[in-house]
C-alpha cells in the first residue's frame, strides 16, 4: 500500500478477510462512497453481510486497536484527501429488510430513505413526508436526526437496535434519548442496526401531494446536478438559517480551487468535478471567518469531516 501511515499490514488484511463474510477493500477511495465525491483512500472498508460479521468487526478492532466508523450513504460527511486510517463499515445488503405491522414499520439501517418513504405511502401510511429529498439510509438519518424544519426523524422513531462497543445487541427506546437539532446522543461506536417508526395512516394520495409540496419546494431552493452534501453548516437557531447569514455576507459563488458556494443555497458548497477536501475546508473556513467578522455568530460544521489532515 502507498500510504505508509497505513496500520493495516498484511497479517491484518488477511485476519480481517479470515473473519468476515462480507466483502472487505483495502486502500479504498472514498470518493466513490460520498455524495460529494471527495475523500482519499480509506485503509480499510468493509460491507459486513450480517450482525455477526458487525460483531466480529467489532471484537477484532477492539483487540487490535483499530479504531471504527460506520458509514450508510456518505451524503453527510467530508472525507479529507489523506483519507481514513479507521476501519469504516459501510452497511449494505443484509440490512435493508422493512416489516410493517398496523401503524408500526421495522427498517434495516440501510435502508433508503427514499425508499423508505416510497413504500410506507403505498401502504397508506404518512409521517415521513418532510423527510422526501433527503438522500442517505435509514441509519444516517437517526445518526443525524435528519429532518426539516422543525420536523426530524426522532419524532417518529420508537426504538432502535444497536449494536455496542462491546458487540452486545441493544434496545433503546426512543423516549430514553435525548435527541436535538440534527444531533442523536448515541456514542460514536455504536452501530444502528435497525430502527422502529410509528407512522400515521392516511390516504396514498393526499400523502404523494403532501410529498409532492415538500419536494417542490426543495427543487426550487436548493441547487441541483453538482456533487455535494446538503447544508455545510448548522442553523445556529431557527430564526437564524446559515445560509442567510453567507449570503448576506456576499459569498454566494465563491470559489476555492474546485468547489464553490452554490449560487441556489449559500449553505450549499458544489465539487465543480475533481474537488479536494482542502478545497471544501478552505471554503467553509472562508465563509466562517466572514460570517464571525459580519454577526459575530460562530457557524458549526452540520457536515462531519473525517479523516487524516
Ligand atoms: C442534496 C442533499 C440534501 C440534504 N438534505 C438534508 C436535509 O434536508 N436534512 C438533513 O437532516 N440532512 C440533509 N442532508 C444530509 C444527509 O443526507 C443526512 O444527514 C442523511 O441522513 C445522512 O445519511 P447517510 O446514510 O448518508 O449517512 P452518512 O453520511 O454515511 O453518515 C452520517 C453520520 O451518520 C453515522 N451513521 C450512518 N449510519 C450509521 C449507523 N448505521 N449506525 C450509527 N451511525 C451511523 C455516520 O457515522 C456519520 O456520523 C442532505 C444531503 C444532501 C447531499
Redesign the pocket.
Known amino acids: 500500500m502507498k500510504n505508509e501511515k497505513c496500520k493495516i499490514k498484511n497479517k491484518i488484511r488477511d485476519e480481517i478477510q479470515r473473519i468476515v463474510k462480507g466483502e472487505v477493500k483495502f486502500a479504498e477511495p472514498m470518493s466513490r462512497?460520498?455524495?460529494?465525491n471527495i475523500g482519499g483512500p480509506a485503509d480499510c472498508l468493509i460491507a459486513p453481510q450480517d450482525i455477526e460479521d458487525i460483531r466480529k468487526i467489532i471484537l477484532f478492532s477492539r483487540k487490535r486497536k483499530l479504531p471504527l466508523?460506520?458509514?450508510?450513504?456518505?451524503?453527510?460527511?467530508l472525507v479529507r484527501d489523506k483519507g481514513v486510517r479507521e476501519i469504516v463499515?459501510?452497511?449494505g445488503k443484509g440490512?435493508e429488510g422493512i416489516k410493517f405491522s398496523g401503524d408500526h414499520l421495522l427498517a434495516g439501517?440501510?435502508v433508503?430513505?427514499s425508499t423508505l418513504i416510497k413504500l410506507a405511502a403505498s401502504k397508506g401510511l404518512g409521517g415521513l413526508e418532510f423527510?422526501v429529498?433527503?438522500?442517505?439510509?435509514?441509519?444516517?438519518?437517526?445518526?443525524?436526526?435528519?429532518?426539516?424544519g422543525s420536523l426530524?426523524?426522532s419524532q417518529r422513531l420508537m426504538s432502535i437496535r444497536?449494536m455496542s462497543e462491546e458487540g452486545r445487541v441493544k434496545d433503546l427506546g426512543a423516549k430514553d434519548l435525548n435527541f436535538g437539532y440534527?444531533r442523536?446522543p448515541?456514542g460514536?461506536d455504536?452501530?444502528?442496526?435497525d430502527a422502529r417508526l410509528r407512522l400515521e395512516r392516511a390516504k396514498e394520495e393526499e400523502i404523494l401531494k403532501r410529498m409532492n409540496t415538500f419536494l417542490e419546494k426543495?427543487e426550487k431552493t436548493?441547487?441541483l446536478g453538482a456533487a455535494?452534501?446538503?447544508?455545510i453548516f448548522k442553523n445556529p437557531d431557527p430564526k437564524t438559517p446559515a445560509a442567510r447569514l453567507i449570503e448576506e455576507t456576499g459569498l454566494k459563488g465563491k470559489r476555492i480551487g474546485r468547489a464553490v458556494v452554490s449560487k441556489v443555497h449559500a449553505n450549499?458548497i458544489l465539487n465543480l468535478g475533481r474537488a479536494r477536501a482542502e478545497d471544501v475546508l478552505t471554503l467553509m473556513e472562508a465563509i466562517k471567518e466572514e460570517v464571525k467578522g459580519k454577526t459575530g455568530i460562530d457557524l458549526e460544521p452540520?457536515?462531519?469531516i473525517?479523516g487524516e489532515d
Not at 72 to 77: A, D, E, F, I
Not at 136 to 142: D, I, K, Y
Open positions: 462512497h460520498t455524495s460529494f466508523r460506520v458509514m450508510g450513504q456518505g451524503t453527510n460527511l463499515i459501510k452497511l440490512f439501517a440501510a433508503r430513505l423527510a429529498g433527503i438522500p442517505g439510509s435509514l441509519g444516517g438519518a437517526v445518526a443525524t436526526n435528519a429532518g426539516t426530524s426523524i444497536v440534527r442523536c448515541l460514536k455504536s452501530i444502528i442496526l426543495r436548493q441547487p455535494n452534501a446538503g447544508c450549499f452540520e457536515i462531519e473525517w
